[in-house]
């Protein structure tokens, strides 16, 4: 197997919310070192490239945005090829900065964007997304995954509110993020490299390791961030690889060379 590029998720990998995952920081450094190619891809649909580098930074690991591959950044760019791009973003105020370019309306549009907004979801929020809805727009859900880990346990993540409007108005949503074949294909593209070359990293059996299963990407749990044990019983495809964490990476990349 030769490993040509990394494909890493963030939230449960690289950090727990605020919380930085021991030897991640390490690890990057490493991979920065041996010039290993590597892009950070991640459902986090509340905050804007630019602030998920900050973030990074003050963990005192330094990328710039062009290796940050995000769900509202891939969505952004998907809306943004309709000439009538009008949305009601159900975004945070952050988020929506990857949107500049596209008219924002909560009555007459083309698109009902959602991402989470955490409590700030409110009961009138997705009745205007429902109104839109039924009056023709097409549902952008960012992703579609269940919860997530918070420094306060485990919270309902966008997915829940994805599947609410889909009832209600009886639509489809179209994923963006992962684990949609879009979304790794853009960024397989984005480190210029075939999927049987690249390795994804990640905590989430559904979103990342069946996502990049199903286009033939190499993939490693790390035993971090949302596992939790009863996921390798329960999964029909396995990961081709499991680690503790990620801090445990180089020496498996150096142990794939021999």
């Not at 009863?230 to 964490?245: A, E, G, H, N």
């Amino acid at each position: 197997m030769e490993i040509k590029g990394l494909l890493i998720d963030l939230d449960g990998v690289i950090y727990n919310d605020s919380q930085p995952i021991v030897g991640a920081k390490e690890t990057i450094s490493w991979l920065k070192e041996k010039h290993i190619p590597f892009c950070f891809i991640t459902n986090t649909t509340m905050k804007h490239r630019s602030t998920l580098v900050t973030k990074l930074a003050n963990m005192e690991i330094e990328v710039s945005e062009t290796v940050v591959f995000s769900a509202a950044f891939a969505a952004a760019q998907y809306v943004k090829q309709f000439k009538d791009n009008r949305a009601f973003l159900l975004l945070t105020d952050d988020a929506k900065k990857e949107f500049l370019g596209t008219a924002h309306d909560d009555t007459s549009v083309n698109f009902v964007v959602l991402g989470d907004l955490g409590d700030d979801f409110t009961v009138e929020k997705i009745n205007k997304a429902f109104n839109c809805l039924i009056n023709g727009a097409k549902l952008i859900a960012l992703q579609k995954n269940r919860f997530w880990l918070s420094d306060d346990g485990y919270r309902v993540d966008a997915g829940a509110f994805v599947a609410l409007l889909e009832y209600a108005a009886k639509v489809r949503a179209k994923i963006i993020g992962k684990p949609s074949k879009t979304f790794f294909r853009l960024a397989l593209k984005h480190l210029n490299i075939n999927a049987n070359q690249a390795l994804m990293i990640g905590d989430d059996v559904e979103s990342d390791i069946m996502g990049a299963n199903r286009l033939g990407i190499n993939t490693c749990l790390v035993q971090t961030g949302k596992f939790r044990p009863i996921d390798l019983q329960r999964l029909k495809i396995k990961p081709d690889f499991v680690l503790p964490s990620i801090a445990q990476l180089p020496e498996f990349l150096e142990n794939l060379k021999r």
